[in-house]
Nanobody, 123 residues
Framework: QVQLDESGGGLVQAGGSLRLSCAAS????????MGWFRQAPGKEREFVAA???????SYADSVKGRFTISRDNAKNTVYLQMNNLKPEDTAVYYC?????????????????WGQGTQVTVSS
């Protein structure tokens, strides 16, 4: 079992920045990718960004150039730096971890999920 603990959400004005953190514990040796997804009211959960333990990263087109995912190996923590936030970024953001095969952009391929943290961007 892998446990994920998220933090860093909040309320920010458009154009502002936030940094989300996700600390993993438990069977962390089983992880090969950690990612961030988000879900706005009335919408499906969507992929935001992922960090592979091989070093690769992937981003949704809607956040490219604004969001950066990074990892602190020593702390088993993944960060999502969000800059130039827009009202359409408002959502609950979820951290997720996977250890098996399968595309990193599909939520169903992830084994463990955090509780979610609210990000609200005002116009």
């Amino acid at each position: 079992q892998v446990q994920l603990d998220e933090s860093g959400g909040g309320l920010v004005q458009a154009g502002g920045s936030l940094r989300l953190s996700c600390a993993a514990s438990g069977r962390t040796f089983s992880i090969n990718t950690m990612g961030w997804f988000r879900q706005a009211p009335g919408k499906e959960r969507e992929f935001v960004a992922a960090k592979m333990w091989t070093g690769g990263t992937s981003y949704a087109d809607s956040v490219k150039g604004r969001f950066t995912i990074s990892r602190d190996n020593a702390k088993n923590t993944v960060y999502l730096q969000m800059n130039n936030l827009k009202p359409e970024d408002t959502a609950v953001y979820y951290c997720a971890a996977k250890g098996g095969i399968g595309t990193i952009m599909l939520a169903r391929n992830y084994d463990s999920w955090g509780q979610g943290t609210q990000v609200t961007v005002s116009s």
